[in-house]
């Protein structure tokens, strides 16, 4: 009875420290063109966006699961930010670890060095790739096939950072992804000045924290983060009056959502500041159409005063 009980007691402090175990898969990489950084990661794991990924805007990402210690991520940034390597950092973590033995990580450096690690204790399926600007890396899941479908699936895929690294999660899970299932996901990437009004390095951040199918809602979510993110590069490049810069970058986010009266609102005040005034009516019209609250606004806009005694727009507020 006894060596029952006590067998029973194994099992079952085994399986808690199994169920604390962030069973993941997750890609962190670098765009060398424009300098962007980031992580992706999903998992059968509540929030497993609060956990795994850290990055840092000209030092790196990092992505830190199984057995996480939460402390790689803010602690590798560090180093990367002093000029380490990937290898580098990675080596100093270890060595700072009392016990490294189930620790999981991905490093990417402002470089493009990478290196990828799986302890010994990490439970099975784990393991890891790299190459230049990029690691993939997961553990719990169905097959080494997982991490393959993930690097070919990044180093095949055209487009952003963001959609290279979300296609790669999406192939990851076709290819059987965390073995006990699917629950949360996120993607964070990181540019110097590309944050909100250009004071933060965060360009676009999300995370799911529990859904059934968490990477159709992450699709969804960055669909709309591309076109934030362009909206916002286009009106922080507004304010500080680099005009031409202003419109390219409005003009992309106003093909990523079409019918948003408020994005068609800014960008009729970007394209009046640029010395486009029939486009900027063009734009303004539309605005106003889709959301006529906005003609209230419009009224005190001084962005908007260059237009004042056109006809067409005082045609437009009534």
């Known amino acids: 009875m006894r ?32 300098g962007e950084m980031g992580v992706a990661v999903a998992s059968r794991f509540f929030s497993v966006g609060s956990v795994v990924p850290f990055a840092q805007a000209n030092a790196g990402a990092v992505a ?24 580098e950092t990675l080596a100093v973590l270890l060595r700072t670890d009392p016990d490294p033995s189930g620790r999981q990580v991905g490093i990417v450096a402002a470089d493009g060095s990478s290196a990828t690690y799986t302890g010994p204790a990490a439970n099975a399926w784990a393991g890891g790739r790299n190459g230049p600007n990029y690691a ?35 192939a990851g899970d076709a290819a059987g992804g965390d073995s006990r299932g699917r629950q949360s996901a996120a993607l964070v990437v990181v540019k110097e000045k590309a944050g909100f009004n250009g ?24 669909d709309y983060a591309e076109m934030n993110y362009a909206w916002n590069e286009g009106w922080t490049a507004f304010r500080q009056k680099r005009f031409p810069a202003a419109v390219e970058a409005q003009e992309r986010a106003a093909k990523l959502a079409p019918e948003n009266p408020e994005l068609l609102y800014d960008l009729a005040v970007i394209r009046l500041a640029a010395g486009k005034r029939p486009e900027a009516l063009e734009a303004l019209t539309k605005a106003l159409r889709l959301n ?12 908007l005063d260059a237009l004042r005694d056109d006809p067409a727009f005082q045609a437009l507020l009534k």
């Open 136 to 170: 993939v890396q997961g553990n719990i899941l169905a097959g080494e096939a997982v991490v393959i479908a993930l690097e070919k699936t990044f180093l095949e895929t055209k487009g952003s950072l963001a959609r290279r690294m979300y296609a790669a999660l999406v």
């Open 3 to 34: 060596i029952r009980l006590a067998l029973l007691l194994t099992l079952l402090a085994a399986a808690a420290a199994h169920a604390r175990e962030v069973a993941t898969f997750s890609i962190v990489a670098r765009d060398p063109q424009t």
């Open 199 to 222: 004071f933060s390095d965060r360009a676009i951040d999300l995370r799911v924290d529990d859904h059934p199918e968490p990477f159709k809602e992450l699709g969804r979510l960055l």
């Open 64 to 87: 830190t699961q199984a057995n996480a210690n939460v402390t790689y991520g803010p602690r590798g940034l560090e180093l990367l930010a002093r000029g380490a390597t990937a290898q």
């Open 292 to 303: 006529t609250k906005l003609k209230k606004q419009a009224w005190g806009d001084k962005d």
